[in-house]
């Protein structure tokens, strides 16, 4: 099995679902959480799309879960025209209150008569309630029909670390559920009888004031189909047996996948995954095991999720098939029998580089995996002629060393550093670059810079002047970035490359080799992939080992033709410079942009709406005076002026072996310079100042 871009002339703004309309498999329909639709023909060769749908005026995004999440068709689309969307919009207060998203909304909306465009002034809202106000995530959320015509809609707990209001297991709300909905009778809907608590249809919980009342009058919610969920992000029905399949995002140790049942309690908050999530309240009385687990950090927001059923790929026939968006990991359950249980997980691709948002199948039952990045692709067999396994064992046999002498680069690789190193537990480290002939750097609107198919980055680790790794960060010749990496042998001759990763002592201390998915994990896709290669990190001179000629990189990568437009004139400050009164802020951003702001920026893969870039004001990074989202005491902040202590922005920094140590891979050790620098910058800030 591998993966192929299906449809490369094509791309996407943070696309989260791909779907068709019934009985239409002549295009595919794309949702992008900033509030639009794109359509475009089912044809490998397409290279355009149409708008079906434009509502970015009145979707809310600025949360970092929050925006058009779903869509489903009527099954009589055909003849009704009939579409579902689940969305967040802000909340309409007066006067306005500050950082006013979210309002869930459940719209039923009207097509024009070909079924090619959305009316947007057809909007009829059938659900409307609101987040909880000290957390802006875990909305869910799925739409789905099954075979009756009843519309299913997965809802998350709502946020907060450890679901702190029992939303979950609260079933006067429809928070942490999964509800089913008639969507073809009653006003705004109607009950399906069958539902756990159809008894209770007369009072709906359709809105904020209507769950007010339920729960004040000690009744159920009777759209309620299953409940006790944290966030379940994707679920499907099985095309051939009609089983419901549901992956729910865990909180800090467990993702999982759950066999949905009528009534049934998943669990969440008493649990995660099938394990004791506080062990003052661990009644497992009623509770329902999820049919597989997966520990953190080899998912860290599991995506679901399809069962197989193409004809292309005999292996996987069966099979429920699922991802991870931060890791990039894709895996199977080795059984999809719905009456097994604890079945167990294949490895498909422990590395696929892609941020897994959504998947998506054709009528023929084949399987597409929406990457958030912008791309869509196919689950294909694979092709012996061209299956290569990544690159060979040993170092010296990759191409980008002298075999003879390999901790020394290739001919051709260009060497360079950074201004604001990235810690790594202590190492010295050297970097190159390969590019392809022919091919230069592109540098986008932010200073990033976008390496094209094709290339290598190369980093030698050092510990004590003894090489213990080299790391290699391809750029695919299908587009996507894999990481791999090589463990140096004791005689220092050469490096066997690491499978899965581990952690050996290597110069009296614990060194982490990292996985493929690890290393995706920080190079993420919102931060351009290449951490270091932007052109404020390389805005500086170095001493070219081959000509010992000191020169700025920028102007020397310019004018030998390796970048494709004139580089800016951005520069980071070094952090572990000597501290400086009035440049103390400017190490200390810098520091955050390089070891944080790859995941805490603009669609990053957290679920914080941090934005720790150097380049943003410290009033608009979301940090200062902000009570922490996940955990914290009720005095903390993520960063508050004068008192690192209850920072935890620092606090978090300082921790190893702990669900909230940051950065939360790779390390082992904390870095006393860096948090030293960070206690420094917010004690010394007046405690008035956010700006």
């Given at each position: 099995m591998s ?6 002339g ?18 595919w329909?794309?949702v992008?959480?900033p509030g639009?639709?794109?359509?475009f ?8 799309t ?7 005026e009145r979707v809310?995004?600025?949360?970092a879960?929050?925006?058009l999440l779903?869509m ?18 802000s909340e309409?207060?007066?006067p ?6 979210c ?10 008569a ?11 809202v ?16 799925r739409?789905?029909?099954?075979d ?10 709502g ?10 297991q609260n079933t006067?709300?429809?928070w942490?559920s999964?509800i089913?909905?008639?969507?073809d009778?009653?006003s705004?809907?109607?009950?399906p ?13 359709d809105?904020d004031?209507q ?5 004040a009058a000690?009744?159920?919610c009777?759209?309620l189909y ?15 047996t009609?089983v ?5 995002v865990g ?10 049942e009528?009534?049934g309690n ?7 995954g099938?394990h004791?999530?506080s062990?003052s309240n661990?009644?497992t ?31 996987l ?8 968006y931060?890791?990039?990991r ?7 029998d719905?009456e ?5 997980i ?7 580089g892609l ?6 199948q ?5 399987v ?6 912008g791309g869509?692709h ?8 061209n ?11 990759t ?12 001919e051709?690789l260009?060497?360079y550093?950074?201004?604001a ?13 390969a590019?392809?002939n022919?091919?230069t750097?592109?540098?986008d609107e ?7 198919p094709g ?6 680790f050092?510990?004590?002047?003894v ?7 391809m ?5 996507r970035w894999?990481g791999?990496?090589?463990a ?7 490096a066997?490359?690491v ?12 060194w982490?080799?990292?996985t493929?998915?690890e290393?995706?994990?920080?190079h ?6 290449t ?11 170095f001493?070219?080992?081959g000509t010992?000629r000191r ?6 990568l ?11 004139t951005e520069?980071?400050p ?7 009164a009035?440049?103390l ?5 810098a ?7 790859q995941?805490?920026r603009?669609?990053?893969p957290?679920?914080?709406?941090m934005d720790?870039?150097?380049k943003?004001?410290?009033?608009a990074?979301?940090i200062?005076?902000?009570a922490p989202?996940n955990g ?7 960063l508050?002026?004068?008192d690192?202590n209850?920072?935890?922005l620092?606090?978090?920094m300082?921790?190893?072996?702990h669900?909230?140590q ?11 310079e ?6 420094e910058?917010?004690?010394a800030?007046?405690?008035d100042r956010?700006?």
């Amino acid at each position: 099995m591998s993966l192929e871009r299906a449809f490369p002339g094509v791309s996407f703004n943070q696309p989260v679902a791909m779907l068709q309309a019934p009985g239409d498999d002549s295009r595919w329909f794309v949702v992008e959480q900033p509030g639009r639709i794109q359509m475009f023909a089912n044809d490998p060769a397409v290279s355009s799309t149409n708008v079906f749908a434009d509502l970015r005026e009145r979707v809310d995004d600025s949360a970092a879960e929050s925006g058009l999440l779903s869509m489903a068709f009527h099954p009589d689309f055909a003849e009704n025209g009939e579409v579902f969307l689940y969305y967040q919009v802000s909340e309409d207060t007066t006067p306005p209150i500050e950082d006013d998203c979210c309002v869930s909304q459940l719209v039923r909306y009207q097509t024009n008569a070909d079924g090619t465009a959305l009316d947007a002034d057809s909007a009829e809202v059938l659900l409307r309630y609101t987040a909880p106000y000290r957390s802006k995530n875990h909305f869910g959320g799925r739409l789905g029909f099954d075979d009756d015509g009843y519309l299913y809609l997965s809802i998350g707990d709502g946020g907060g670390a450890g679901d702190p209001d029992n939303r979950a297991q609260n079933t006067a709300n429809l928070w942490g559920s999964l509800i089913r909905i008639d969507v073809d009778s009653g006003s705004p809907y109607g009950i399906p009888a069958d539902n756990p608590f159809a008894d209770q249809s007369a009072f709906l919980c359709d809105s904020d004031t209507q769950m007010q009342q339920k729960q004040a009058a000690g009744g159920d919610c009777p759209e309620l189909y299953a409940w006790g969920l944290r966030n379940p992000w994707r679920w499907a029905f099985d095309s051939d047996t009609g089983v419901l399949w549901l992956a729910d995002v865990g909180q800090g140790a467990w993702e999982e996948v759950n066999r949905i049942e009528r009534g049934g309690n998943y669990g969440w908050d008493i649990r995660e995954g099938a394990h004791c999530y506080s062990a003052s309240n661990c009644d497992t009385s009623g509770l329902i095991d999820p049919v597989a687990e997966v520990p953190q950090p080899d998912f860290r927001s599991i995506t679901g999720g399809v069962v197989y059923r193409g004809s292309a790929i005999a292996s996987l026939q069966g099979k429920y098939l699922f991802g991870d968006y931060v890791t990039g990991r894709f895996y199977a359950l080795a059984d999809s029998d719905p009456e097994q249980a604890g079945l167990e997980i294949e490895v498909l691709d422990d590395s696929t580089g892609l941020g897994i948002a959504s998947f998506a199948q054709g009528p023929a039952g084949e399987v597409y995996l929406v990457d958030y990045g912008g791309g869509v692709h196919r689950v294909v067999a694979n092709d012996p002629e061209n299956e290569t396994g990544g690159p060979p064992a040993q170092l010296s046999d990759t191409g980008c060393v002298n075999p003879d002498a390999p901790w020394e680069p290739a001919e051709g690789l260009i060497p360079y550093r950074v201004n604001a190193p990235f810690w790594s537990d202590g190492a010295d480290k050297r970097r190159w670059l390969a590019l392809p002939n022919d091919q230069t750097i592109a540098i986008d609107e932010t200073g990033d810079w976008q390496l094209p198919p094709g290339s290598v980055v190369m980093k030698n680790f050092y510990r004590q002047e003894v090489l213990i790794e080299t790391r290699l960060f391809m750029h695919h010749t299908d587009g996507r970035w894999a990481g791999y990496t090589y463990a140096w042998n004791d005689d220092g001759t050469d490096a066997q490359r690491v499978h899965g990763g581990r952690v050996e002592t290597r110069q009296g201390q614990a060194w982490i080799y990292p996985t493929g998915s690890e290393c995706l994990q920080c190079h993420t896709a919102a931060a351009g992939r290449t951490l270091g290669l932007e052109t404020a990190q390389l805005n500086g001179t170095f001493l070219y080992p081959g000509t010992g000629r000191r020169a700025n990189q920028l102007v020397t990568l310019h004018a030998i033709e390796v970048l494709d437009s004139e580089p800016g004139t951005e520069r980071l400050p070094d952090p572990y410079a000597d501290l400086q009164a009035d440049r103390l802020a400017d190490q200390a951003r810098a520091y955050l942009h390089t070891n944080c702001a790859q995941c805490h920026r603009p669609q990053g893969p957290t679920n914080l709406n941090m934005d720790l870039r150097y380049k943003t004001a410290l009033g608009a990074m979301t940090i200062c005076n902000v009570a922490p989202q996940n955990g914290g005491s009720p005095e903390e902040r993520r960063l508050l002026p004068g008192d690192a202590n209850a920072s935890v922005l620092v606090t978090r920094m300082s921790l190893r072996n702990h669900a909230d140590q940051m950065p939360p891979i790779g390390s082992h050790r904390v870095d006393q310079e860096g948090e030293a620098l960070l206690r420094e910058w917010i004690n010394a800030m007046a405690s008035d100042r956010c700006d």
